[in-house]
C-alpha cells in the first residue's frame, strides 16, 4: 500500500513570511497524483494545489506552489506572503490507480501575526 | 447543491446504538467516498460509490459499518452496535470521474460513543 509521511507535527510562520511543509510517499506506481489539502477549524478540506506525477512543471496556485522530485518521492508546499487565514492543517494526498486518496497525518501551521 | 453536506453535523450516541450519518454530494458529481478521521490523524477510506453501486468497500473496519446510495445522490453511512473506538469524524465527499480530480468535502459529522 501506499504511504504518505508529514514528519512536521506542527510549523508556526510570521505573517508575510513564507513556509514550507514536507511531505514524501512512497509508491511504486508510475501513474499518480499528489495534492495538498487543508483542513481549517470548519473541518472542511479545501484542495490547496494537485500535480501530475507526469508533469514536471511544478503546479502554482496564487501564493502556493510545490516542490516536486519525483526521484525522491518528495512534494513539498511553499506558502508564500503568509496571511492569517492560512492558519490550518494541511494534509499531503496521494491518489494513484486505485479509488482512494492516502493521507498524510497533518501538519497543524500556526500564523503569527 | 452548491457544495457537500453532512448531518447531522455532530451525533452523540450510547454504546451499543444504531447511527446514521448523511451525505448529500454535489449535483452532478458521480462519485462519494466516505472517509473517517480519527483525533490527530489524517482521513483514512472507508468506501467508495460510483453512481449508485459500491465500487469498493475495502476500508469499511467490519460488518457493523455499511453504506447505501440507492439512486445515486444521496449516501448515507450506517453503524450498528457503535462501540467507544468508532468516534470520529466521518467525511464524505464527491467528485467528477476521473483520478485527477480532487474531492470536494463536507464538513464532516463528529461521532462521539459514549
Known amino acids: 500500500a501506499q504511504t504518505v509521511t508529514q514528519s512536521q507535527p506542527e510549523m508556526s510562520v510570521q505573517e508575510a513570511e513564507t513556509v514550507t511543509l514536507s511531505c514524501t510517499y512512497d509508491t511504486s506506481e508510475s501513474d499518480y497524483y499528489l495534492f495538498w489539502y487543508k483542513q481549517p477549524p470548519s473541518r472542511q478540506m479545501i484542495l490547496v494545489i494537485r500535480q501530475e506525477a507526469y508533469k514536471q512543471q511544478n503546479a502554482t496556485e496564487n501564493r502556493f506552489s510545490v516542490n516536486f522530485q519525483k526521484a525522491a518521492k518528495s512534494f513539498s508546499l511553499k506558502i508564500s506572503d503568509s496571511q492569517l487565514g492560512d492558519a490550518a492543517m494541511y494534509f499531503c494526498?496521494?491518489?494513484?490507480?486505485?479509488?482512494?486518496?492516502?493521507f498524510g497525518t497533518g501538519t497543524s501551521l500556526t500564523v503569527i501575526p | 447543491g452548491a457544495g457537500v453536506s453532512q448531518t447531522p453535523s455532530n451525533k452523540v450516541t450510547e454504546k451499543g446504538k444504531y447511527v446514521e450519518l448523511r451525505c448529500d454530494p454535489i449535483s452532478g458529481h458521480t462519485a462519494l467516498y466516505w472517509y473517517r478521521q480519527s483525533l490527530g490523524q489524517g482521513p483514512e477510506f472507508l468506501i467508495y460509490?460510483?453512481?449508485?453501486?459500491?465500487?469498493?468497500d475495502s476500508g469499511l473496519p467490519n460488518d457493523r459499518f455499511f453504506a447505501v446510495r440507492p439512486e445515486g445522490s444521496v449516501s448515507t453511512l450506517k453503524i450498528q452496535r457503535t462501540e467507544r473506538g468508532d468516534s470520529a469524524v466521518y467525511l464524505c465527499?464527491?467528485?467528477?470521474?476521473?483520478?485527477?480530480?480532487?474531492?470536494?468535502f463536507g464538513s464532516g459529522t463528529r461521532l462521539t460513543v459514549v
Open positions: 465527499a464527491s467528485s467528477q470521474t476521473g483520478r485527477a480530480y480532487g474531492y470536494t
Open positions: 460509490f460510483q453512481g449508485t453501486g459500491a465500487a469498493d
Open positions: 494526498a496521494y491518489r494513484g490507480t486505485g479509488n482512494q486518496f492516502y
